[in-house]
């Protein structure tokens, strides 16, 4: 299928930080070290240096000049000058493509990188080890991950590129998919109801609620903007709080961002084992631009981010064998009654808890519909081929929709449709 590329934050104490920007700087020393020397032979009207005759060069300069060059991997000085390498190949190949007339722009000459631009990045080579909660890389060793479970495990890695941005440090790797790819899963079915006020709730009770340092700084964040309101046009002021403000989005939307990772990341659970994975994963195709059209509704909805949300779970249900389920939005999930399939018209989207006035059901308003998708999803399920093969492995599935779905199965095999058909299971709930 072709590579697949992988990045994610590093967790680093300050002396594996300090580690990162050695690295770094020499990266980036040897890279403007390497232009240096092409540009002189150039000049001279010599062949440039290839990199690897750069490489040589600064190996034997090393005892001498750059001893400090010792205190890093020998990897980053060198992945630095085969990128310079490739920088000028691109360069010649523009160049090329100028002349001919297919070029409208420059074709940019490779530059010296700067240290005002951040601490940049370098690559390493050799071996590298994946694991759950690290990773392993040469000479730095053993590096925390801000988030676990989300790199694949067992898989051969060739390099890595870390990074830095803002002050974070990232690593990122590409793999093969071929390697990554799992074996189809065959747990539970569970249904997700993406929310506003909880981030998502799942089927089997669980609930995934929004960071507090979100909630926290969701405060802040209105009363900045009040203040914002209050000053004046073209004022200092206005300039600070316009700074502050834009500083505190940014804030906001990584810790989203990483908090939907981790939601996302734990629900298709990729490196537990086949049978604990969930098979099938319901979620509703909520309509966001919709809904933004209710004002009231739209900071909350922007904030949990639905729309990013769906997408890690396509991407990270796709790696791990999971089918991702999507329910049409006409289906009413949260309407129904997960209990006895009783359909609430009037539901308001103030209601948290729904009653149900058939069954005497009652309960939080987004478990049930968590519930609804995830029957739905499994009806779904039952009409494809591929649960068939689960079933009949003998494959026992955990769960309360592991239950409900014998119940259906022993009473003679009920015709599964996709049409509200959540009355065909009197003992669900
Ligand atoms: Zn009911």
Redesign the pocket.
Known sequence: MGMRGYKTELDLNNEQITACKKHAGCARFAYNWGLSRKQAARQAGERMPSARDLHKELNTLKATEFPWMYEVSKCAPQEALINLDEAFKHFFRKVGRKKAGQLRGKPGYPQYKSRKKGFGSFRLTGSIHLFEKSIQLPRLGVLRLKECGYLPIGVKVAQATVSEHAGRWYVSIQVDDKQSSAEPACGPVIGVDLGVKTLATISDGRAIVNPKAMRARLKKLRRLSRWHARTQKGSANRKQAQQKLARLHARIAHIRKDALHQATTSLVAKNKPQVERPAVIGVEDLNVSGLLANRKVARAIADVGLSEFRRQLTYKAEQAGVVLHVVSRWEPSSKT??????YKSDLKLSDRLFH??????VMDRDANAARNLALLAYLELCSTASYAGIHASGQERSGWLGTVSETILDEGGTEPGTDGSVHVCPSF?
């Open positions: 009654c997960s209990g006895c399939g009783w149900c006035a058939a069954c005497g059901l709930g």
